[in-house]
Every structure is written in structure tokens, then in C-alpha cells.
């Protein structure tokens, strides 16, 4: 196959603030409106239930999981596509994307269920050979052992892999661990090029150039 280079999708290629939509609008309204409870009343219910699961649980990022457990009454695909209009690509990807995946095998990967992972590429999908869902397929967060499932099942020397993404521990610290190579996205200048000079971009159009070095 060709060299592999992954993209984590949330931070990376879409904007988080759709997640948010979800989990901290959309399931407090629903669960107001069953339990005849005020808006700010069920944040308050809801936070305590994800805080008590935690978010090293796989479960704390499967919505399903959560419509059942609050007993709420929809299909998690129409709640998807009734917030479907607020997923924001950022506006360097579709560009980049189309620079790469001519060249190179294009792969997404996420810890988030495969359901958020299809909507949120629907526009951009045509440019990834495959995706992967560690929530849905493994029932774990991205780790050492998913990345290395992963690089298996594609029968995929580890350091011909270049992944991107934005989280320290479940992007560059877990996929490093794996052997593959890592170049964190750091759009917001959070300090990460002090903690990991040489391994941070702030752009996907520095990517191309970067690229070059890993081929």
C-alpha cells in the first residue's frame, strides 16, 4: 500500500463545537423537558451521570449509551442530522486533503462512535480510503493497542504511518507508543511546540512540506 497518513477528525479536521452541541444542549434539553426539570437544572443531572462514567470510559462518548441510560426517546441518527447544519470543517482541509490523497493512503480515526464520525465527514469523505471508529470497533479510546490493531489489520509497517492529531495523550503519546509517526495539530497555540519541538504544526498547510520529510 501506499504510506498511510491518518487524521484524527475532531480538532484536526472538524471543529469540537458540534460535540458540545450534543452532549451539553441537545441531551439537557431532552432531559428537561422528561423530567420537568429547568434547563440549568438538568446540565447540572446530566454532568454528574458523564462525570461519573468518566471520559477514560469508552461508554462516556457513545450517545447511545446515554439516550438509553436517560431514557430519551429518539434516534440517535435523527438527533445527529437535527444539528447537522452546525458542523464547521476548518478551511484549511478540503484543500490540503485534496493535495495528499492522490499521493498517499488518506485514513481517519477517531475515539468518537462511528455514527459522529460519518456525519461530520459526509462532505469530505471521497478523499479517505478508509476510516476507522476505535469506539465502535474496539470498544476503546485511541491507545497503543488500537493504534496497533489498526496498523495489523492494514498490514502497515508502523513507521511507514504518519498520523495527525490534536490530543497529547490519545493522538501523539499512544500512536508514538505504537511506532508510528506523529505530527501534532496545534490550531489555538496551547504551548505544545515548547513541550514537543520538531513535532507540532499549527496549520494542515504547513502539512505538505512536513510530509515531505516523513516520505
Known amino acids: 500500500m501506499k504510506k498511510a497518513v491518518f487524521f484524527d477528525i475532531d480538532g484536526t479536521l472538524v471543529d469540537s463545537d458540534y460535540n458540545d452541541l450534543i452532549w451539553h444542549k441537545a441531551i439537557p434539553e431532552m432531559v428537561a423537558k422528561k423530567n420537568n426539570l429547568n434547563f440549568n437544572e438538568a446540565v447540572i443531572l446530566v454532568q454528574k451521570e458523564y462525570d461519573r462514567v ?51 493512503q488518506l485514513i481517519s480515526i477517531t475515539s468518537m462512535p462511528r455514527e459522529f464520525m460519518d456525519i461530520k465527514l459526509k462532505s469530505i469523505k471521497k478523499y479517505f480510503w478508509e476510516t476507522f471508529s476505535t469506539l465502535s470497533e474496539y470498544k476503546e479510546l485511541k491507545n497503543k493497542d488500537a493504534y496497533s490493531h489498526i496498523s495489523h489489520k492494514l498490514k502497515a509497517d508502523p513507521r511507514q504511518i504518519l498520523h495527525i492529531g490534536d490530543h497529547e495523550q490519545l493522538d501523539y503519546i499512544a500512536a508514538r507508543e505504537a511506532g508510528w509517526n506523529v505530527l501534532l495539530i496545534d490550531r489555538f497555540y496551547s504551548g505544545l511546540q515548547e513541550k514537543y519541538p520538531g513535532s507540532v504544526i499549527h496549520t494542515l498547510t504547513e502539512l505538505p512540506n512536513r510530509i515531505k520529510l516523513f516520505s
Open 54 to 104: 468518566g471520559e477514560k470510559d469508552y461508554r462516556w462518548y457513545d450517545l447511545r449509551y446515554w439516550l438509553h441510560f436517560f431514557q430519551l426517546n429518539i434516534d440517535y441518527k435523527k438527533l445527529l442530522k437535527k444539528y447537522e447544519k452546525e458542523i464547521i470543517i476548518f478551511s484549511d482541509v478540503s484543500l490540503t486533503l485534496e493535495q495528499l490523497y492522490k499521493k498517499y
